[in-house]
């Protein structure tokens, strides 16, 4: 809003009054003159900045409460670790009785009988990793020499993993009587935890979006009011939501951290269409929450040795400005249909309006993205998926199709595909087959041909369970020693898997019985915590957002019953590439050629007879079908 201001010429002989009035366009002042009935006009113009910083006033005082919350909560945290450790170091002393309580003493002692477990859990786990890939080596020296030898290795690394898979349920029981003995009391790390998430959903919107980064916020999403949405709609297109469409709904049928989606109907065809329209005033404030977040990130990165979260601010720093331009997720969204009608897959990405039938208005902005609505409920609904008659493993297999082919074939990745964006219906014309609707593509990565290569290499030997190509692949992704640890990352499991299946020939690995098989799986991420922190400053930037695409297929792949199934499908699209990768080196030769071909041969006859024998042994109450 503009100022002008009207005034009268003062003189002795006249009595001037003096208007101010808002108008648009500008800031000036009119002098009218009633001497000779002349009028003298004076317009004086401002820059563009005065508009938008007028604008920004109140966003920008919600940003410094948002900041505000965010140092009281780092600094109650930073508070809660210190006196943690502190009492650790001397657990005898008045302030540890203080702070810890009877009840909190005697969770430590449950606490240090886990730490020992743990210790004893990560020597049992080393030695039978070490020892495994000394079996290997030798074996490769003696295997024409002595069958014998390599039989008692096998029966050594047997043992090393019976022994490793003892402690692993000792430590299961032990966190189990933990856990029960605690009743309603929470751990240094819980209580953190929970004030985070409090912080992230008071905060929303950026504050969400980090937390998504961490963990699988996928229902703490705020919703903005319709008078918000109606001016957003006209600031950006020119005319109110009642005026461009018919029915809109008030209500939104979807909430996320950066937008909400609206339904409508085209004027001109009566088709139904879904509206996402960005939340008020995040535009603006973004850039403040962001330089908040990574001044209190970087703060905290020179308070504690072990914190190291900056991986975080430097991949939603230029991310964020992405998403928040919706032409450009438009773009992103019409570049992913055009993939997926070649590979054939049955999947739909709605169909972007750019612009009303007749072409006079515009119905996408950077803020406002219109789209043709497409129905379908939570691939992970298994409740409806069973109650349609859809098979869940073809389900499985379906959705870790689709991303697999964009990180293997086009490289243009959808890194966010949780439940409520990779949505499932019965296709139209397959009765009983599953058809995908993916949506939200603001979120999206280019990787580069020499990273999709890599990460083809990597995969194709976990899949294979070849450890020197294992190593080979993490080399050349920047990660040296710490490969079985990627590894691992990628997988979401031990790396003596891998081992097991390098020794068996299978693609499946033994679990532990009771709760040791997650009491290994949790050591790894409390054990290698610093490690795995460290790693995510090694490897590429591009790398980041594949482990969250990662986390989030694992998390639907579970819930349909298919824990290995994006294992079995990677596999595929990763060898195809490797293959592709060798067969155009201009330097390859023919033996090279066919080298290539028996690989990849060999890999496509595991993992079919794999997935033969999965489908002949999987029950119909299990799986559905």
């Known amino acids: 809003m503009m100022f002008q201001v009207v005034a009268s010429k003062v003189s002795s002989r006249r009595f001037g009054i003096a208007v101010a009035s808002c108008v648009g366009g500008g800031v000036g002042y009119h002098v009218y003159s009633n001497e000779g009935n002349q009028t003298a006009l004076l317009q004086l113009q401002t820059v563009s900045a005065v508009n938008e910083n007028l604008s920004l006033v109140f966003p920008t005082m919600e940003a410094l409460l948002r900041a505000g919350r965010l140092a009281k909560t780092a600094a109650t945290m930073a508070v809660d670790y210190q006196l943690y450790f502190m009492t650790k170091k001397h657990p005898d002393s ?23 477990l743990q210790e004893e859990l990560d020597q049992a786990q080393a030695a039978y990793v070490e020892g495994s890939n000394d079996d290997d080596s030798a074996n490769k020296e003696t295997i024409n020499d002595d069958n014998t ?43 953190n935890a929970n004030r985070l998430l409090q912080l992230f959903r008071a905060n929303a919107g950026v504050y969400i979006k980090v937390g998504q980064h961490l963990a699988n916020l996928f229902d703490d999403a705020p919703v903005s009011s319709y008078e918000d949405v109606c001016t957003v709609v006209k600031e950006d297109l020119g005319s109110c939501p009642h005026e461009l469409f018919d029915d809109f709904s008030r209500d939104p049928i979807a909430s996320a951290s950066l937008a909400q989606v609206h339904t ?23 850039k403040g929450d962001l330089f908040a977040v990574t001044a209190v990130v970087r703060i905290a990165e020179k308070l504690f040795d072990e914190f190291n979260l900056g991986w975080i601010c430097d991949e939603m720093t230029p991310q964020l400005p992405k998403e928040l331009d919706f032409t450009n997720e438009g ?86 595909p949780h439940q409520s964006n990779v949505l499932l219906r019965e296709h139209p014309q397959k009765k009983g087959k599953p058809q995908i609707v993916l949506v939200d593509h603001g979120l999206y990565k280019r990787l580069d041909p020499e990273f999709q290569e890599s990460y083809a290499r990597l ?34 499991r031990p790396f003596d898997e891998v081992i097991e299946r390098s020794q068996t020939g299978s693609l499946d690995a033994t679990p532990a019985s009771g709760g040791g098989d997650k009491a290994v799986i949790k050591l790894y991420a409390q054990r290698y915590l610093k490690e795995i922190i460290d790693m995510l400053d090694v490897v590429p930037r591009q790398m980041l957002l594949i482990f969250k695409m990662n986390d989030c297929l694992r998390h639907v792949d579970y819930a349909l019953g298919s824990p290995s199934n994006n294992l079995v499908i990677a596999g595929k699209y990763a060898s195809k590439r490797v293959l592709e990768s060798d067969i155009s080196r201009p330097e390859g030769t023919v033996l090279g050629f066919f080298k290539s071909w028996i690989q990849y041969a060999n890999v496509l006859f595991r993992i079919n007879s794999y997935e033969m024998w999965h489908w002949l042994s999987s029950t119909s109450i299990f799986y559905n079908k």
């Open 264 to 286: 409508a109907r085209c004027k001109e065809t009566g088709r139904k269409l879904a509206i996402k329209v960005q939340h008020k005033g995040l535009r603006e404030t973004s």
């Open 149 to 191: 030898a390599e039989q008692n290795n096998e029966t050594k690394s047997k043992n090393a993993k019976q022994h490793m898979l003892s402690i692993a349920n000792q430590l299961a029981d032990a966190e189990d009587a933990l856990d029960n003995k605690s009743g309603n009391s929470s751990s240094v790390h819980e209580r």
């Open 94 to 116: 008045f302030l540890s009785k203080i702070y810890s309580g009877e009840e909190e003493c005697e969770r430590q002692k449950a606490e240090t009988l886990i730490y020992k």
């Open 459 to 492: 995969w194709t030997g976990i899949v294979m369970a070849d450890i020197s190509a294992i190593k080979g692949a993490c080399e050349s992704l920047g990660v040296d020693k710490m490969y079985p640890l990627l590894a691992a990352m990628l997988t979401s």
């Open 331 to 416: 773009n992103n969204a019409e570049a992913a249909s055009a993939h997926l009608q070649k590979t054939g897959l049955d999947c739909v990405v709605p169909h972007v309006l750019w612009r009303s039938t007749t072409g006079e208005q515009c119905l996408t902005s950077e803020r406002v993205l219109t789209m043709e609505f497409e129905s379908g409920f939570p691939a992970t609904d298994v409740e409806r998926i069973d109650s349609i008659g859809i098979c869940r493993r073809e389900t499985a297999k379906l959705i870790s199709s689709v991303f697999n082919a964009q990180i293997f074939e086009n490289g243009l990745v959808h890194c966010d």
